[in-house]
């Protein structure tokens, strides 16, 4: 399929008719911010009920890392289709889930021997290392950061604190959750330091939180995104990562990296904590793991998750179909994937780059392989944040063809599958040229 093709005005009326009977029937807590109705995909294509088809910079939220329906991934899962679909790994055991977690044992970003807790979803990959962190340490503090995103069941949703409106009406939160400012180098004072940059963050950490308001004796994990995702595709300094390993290990806190959607070859390295030269404790993957098929996986150090028959478990984590995918997907990854998300992400943030001289909205561009944010701005002096013309962006590019998504308040995201083309690169930043025109006053 050739994307985009755009054939009927949007929505066309299957979308408009299939909207209207979710309407009635769908939980209105769903964030859709444009009418796109998914037929069918193939690679970074994808066709609506009416015939339209896009280019997918959105890949259903960062997950289908091999595109649409890759072929290797459909067979790996018809094959496990035919045999079995479902046995409880948590009662019983199966060759898929124990490839698996031998596959994370080679995988995961540090020496060592690891064990691998299998769940359905990034929130319970979350669940699974907090509970961790607190039984193994027999402490109880957990130290986030703010602008994060880690979930929504009660757990991860206390760690999480990305928008208001996710915590709001769902209080009092988990106890012992405290957050320091995540650094992020294009906000903070102008002419800021990469040091400074760094000490903004952990100097509250170390000197307000761990100080004031709980010991570093009571806490158990320090949990944090490589690469903030919803909070809008903030990069930290490199130094961020290198000093906060120093003061987790220093007090004995387990450093949880969330990989759910930094994770799976989408920086251009397995993990996105390898771009920073630090080894974790416990990573969190979810998302693209799987293509698309539901799947969360929490790995730790085989020391840390030294836990009881039923300290733990659930009754579909680690289903035979989402194994038999996350094989395939891996298997993929390593052989092609994650190289051409590394040189087709350079090669997208470089186009989106070149646009800057021609948009006075785009105030930064970055981010590293194939999750790019572009942060849009009223003023590139005063970084005033341009929260309403993301969200036309947004609509404008779906009007032209492109499906991306907002993150953080302003920034543009870009997280398409690892598929992508630098023909299709070249496209998407076409599109969002086009739309940055016509939004331009006349
Ligand atoms: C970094 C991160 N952690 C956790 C989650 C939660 O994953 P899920 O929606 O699968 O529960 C997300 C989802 O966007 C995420 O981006």
């Known amino acids: 399929m050739d994307a985009p093709q755009l054939k009927t005005s949007l929505p066309g009326p299957r979308a408009k008719a299939l909207i209207e009977r979710d309407g009635a029937v769908v939980s209105p807590s769903y964030t859709r911010s444009y009418p796109f109705v998914m037929a069918r995909g193939a690679g970074v294509a994808v066709e609506d009920v009416d015939g339209n088809v896009f280019l997918d910079c959105a890949a259903g939220i960062a997950v289908n890392s091999t595109g649409h329906s890759h072929p290797d991934v459909v067979a790996a899962i018809v094959d496990q289709a035919g045999k079995f679909l479902h046995m409880s790994g948590t009662d019983f055991y199966y060759e898929p889930q124990v490839r698996l977690a031998e596959e994370m044992n080679a995988i995961a970003p540090w020496q060592g021997q690891k064990r691998s807790f299998f769940s359905n979803s990034g929130t319970e990959a979350i669940e699974a290392a907090i509970k961790l962190a607190r039984y ?51 906000r903070g004072p102008a002419g800021q330091s990469e040091e400074e940059c760094v000490a903004r963050s952990l100097d509250f950490l170390e000197d307000q939180i761990l100080v004031h308001l709980v010991s570093p004796d009571e806490v158990a994990a320090v949990v944090v995104e490589p690469i903030q995702g919803e909070g809008g595709y903030v990069v930290p300094p490199v130094s961020f990562f290198q000093r906060l390993r120093e003061i987790t290990s220093r007090h004995g806190i387990l450093l949880v990296i969330d990989e759910v959607q930094s994770g799976m070859g989408r920086t251009g390295k397995m993990f996105g904590i390898e771009h920073f030269g630090v080894e974790p404790d416990v990573v969190a993957v979810a998302k693209g793991i799987a293509s698309g098929l539901p799947l969360g996986v929490t790995t730790a150090r085989a020391e840390v998750m030294a836990w009881p028959p039923g300290a733990h478990a659930n009754t579909f984590g680690g289903n035979p179909l989402s194994c038999a995918a996350a094989l395939a997907t891996i298997k993929l990854l390593k052989e092609s994937l994650m190289a051409n998300a590394a040189e087709v992400g350079e090669h997208l943030m470089e186009g989106l780059r070149g646009l800057r001289g021609k948009h006075a909205l785009i105030g930064d561009v970055r981010g590293k392989g194939l999750m790019i944010g572009v942060e849009l701005v009223r003023d590139r002096l005063t970084k005033e944040r341009a929260a309403k013309e993301r969200d036309r962006l947004v609509d404008e590019c779906f009007n032209r063809g492109l499906l991306v ?8 995201r870009l997280c398409p599958p690892l598929v992508l083309t630098k023909e299709q690169a070249d496209t998407a930043v076409r599109i969002i040229d086009e739309s940055l025109a016509a939004m331009r006053p006349s």
Request: zero cysteines; hydrophobic letters at 30%; proline letters at 8%.
């Open 405 to 412: 998504l907002g993150a953080g308040r302003n920034t543009l």
């Open 136 to 186: 193994q340490t027999k402490r109880y503090g957990i130290i986030g950061f703010l602008g994060s995103f880690h979930g929504r069941t009660l757990g991860s949703l206390s760690v999480t604190s990305s928008k208001a409106i996710q915590r709001r009406g769902f209080g009092p939160p988990l106890g012992g959750v405290y957050h320091a400012p995540f650094p992020d180098p294009y």
